[in-house]
């Protein structure tokens, strides 16, 4: 390096692009930081997703198979106490459902939570209050290290 220097003064007073590269770089390492930031989120979010979808299911095939005695307006009425079934997810194709829980998932880890989706029964509620604490933890180290 010295020897490049010694040879070629000019180079040696170009201070100019020494900072672009060096500002290139900073830019670089940016990008980077924020897109490794935005992987992580998104794959925080889709397996908390699925985690919440298996145990949303679960609850609701419980509850099915408890209730199965009752007539049909009783099990009705159990039928609108979950998650699964008062927004009718059965319903919906896989994309759809990916994306319902996808969208449900980063509401909730964001603790934005704008409603239209929400728990219904006690044991959701119970279940998405510990993804709420672990959404804050999760979203405020995020927002740390993005700082």
Known sequence: MDKIIKNDIDLAERTDVDNNN?????YIQSFVKVFKLIITILSITYYFGAIIYIIF???DDAKQEYFSTLTNYELELI??????????IK????????????YYSFTTLSTIGFGDYHPVSDEERIIVVCGLLFGVMIFSFSMGVFI
């Open 22 to 26: 060096i500002t290139l770089i900073i």
């Open 57 to 59: 299911q679960y609850i």
């Open 79 to 88: 039928n609108s106490h979950t998650f699964i079934s008062y927004f009718e």
């Open 91 to 102: 319903k919906k194709n896989d994309i759809e459902c990916f994306i319902l829980m996808l």
